[in-house]
């Protein structure tokens, strides 16, 4: 069973950073696509990026230009550099990984808050 721990939250100033981090159990090779997904209150939840075992990476379009996904697949970890930060991005931010042979599997982590206010 892969786990993922989050880590990098908090509260930061509009305009602020923030970079979050997810570390995986387990091997890279266990492990295709990987990500985060943002949900504010009252929202649904949403993609803000991913990133293919390749390092392909695919960005909403909320975050293109603001945002960074990166991964190590030596250290099973994936982040998010998070730049010019806005109040809209305030929300709970979930790491999630796929499993790299079917069935479909998504795990996910606990979650970390990330709160942009003056």
């Known amino acids: 069973q892969v786990q993922l721990v989050e880590s990098g939250g908090g509260l930061v100033q509009p305009g602020g950073s923030l970079r979050l981090s997810c570390a995986a159990s387990?091997?890279?090779?266990?492990?295709?696509?990987m990500g985060w997904y943002r949900q504010a209150p009252g929202n649904q939840r949403e993609l803000v990026a991913r990133?293919?075992?390749?390092?392909?990476?695919h960005y909403a379009d909320s975050v293109k230009g603001r945002f960074t996904i990166s991964r190590d697949n030596i250290m099973n970890t994936v982040y998010l550099q998070m730049n010019s930060l806005k109040p809209e991005d305030t929300a709970v931010y979930y790491c999630?990984?796929?499993?790299?042979?079917?069935?479909?599997?998504?795990?996910w982590g606990q979650g970390t808050q990330v709160t942009v206010s003056s």
């Open positions: 990133i293919t075992s390749g390092s392909n990476t």
């Open positions: 999630y990984a796929e499993r790299a042979w079917a069935p479909r599997y998504i795990y």
């Open positions: 387990g091997s890279s090779r266990d492990l295709s696509d």
